[in-house]
């Protein structure tokens, strides 16, 4: 695969503003770990390599666990995650998908007994921006750094 069109360079003025609001979200007050985990998923979902591998090498760095992060797409399954992070995961996916059956009122209530309503529109904000950075990289075919000794 080869980069369609690098965005910055297309248009700097708007994808400043784009990184304000992505700077906004990261220092929203949402758990730095809990941020990391619902891009990542978000990004597994639309199926942008370029963010799941950024979105887990900086949950890696700031401690999060591999299992973890492997699991992530398998989270339903797994024990490993808490009952907040369960509901992120839950509510990213409905957001994500949002064409697939909007967000149904049972998946709003229980989203509500792990999240103030404050924090969940700052939950459903970082999940818009995580699924706008997805469509830019996918459409323009945004590259992740590959390893020299693993590039095939």
């Not at 995650?81 to 957001?95: C, I, L, P």
């Not at 830019?136 to 390893?147: E, P, Q």
Request: net charge negative; aromatic share 8%; charged share 25%.
């Amino acid at each position: 695969m080869k980069p369609r069109l690098n965005f910055y360079n297309a248009a700097p003025e708007l994808i400043k503003e784009v990184c304000a609001l992505n700077k906004a979200v990261d220092e929203c007050g949402l758990e730095k770990s809990l941020l990391h985990l619902i891009k990542l998923r978000a990004s597994q979902i639309n199926g942008c390599s370029y963010c799941v591998d950024m979105h887990s090498r900086e949950a890696r760095h700031d401690g999060e666990t591999e299992q973890r992060l492997y699991l992530v797409a398998a989270w339903k399954e797994s024990p490993l995650f808490s009952e907040r992070e369960r509901a992120a995961f839950a509510w990213v996916e409905a957001t994500t998908v949002i064409s697939k059956g909007g967000v149904p009122d049972e998946l709003y209530e229980n989203t509500l007994k792990h999240f103030s309503e404050q924090e969940l529109v700052k939950l459903t904000v970082a999940v818009g921006m995580i699924n706008m950075w997805n469509r830019l990289c996918v459409s323009f075919h945004a590259i992740h750094t590959v390893a020299k000794a693993e590039a095939a």
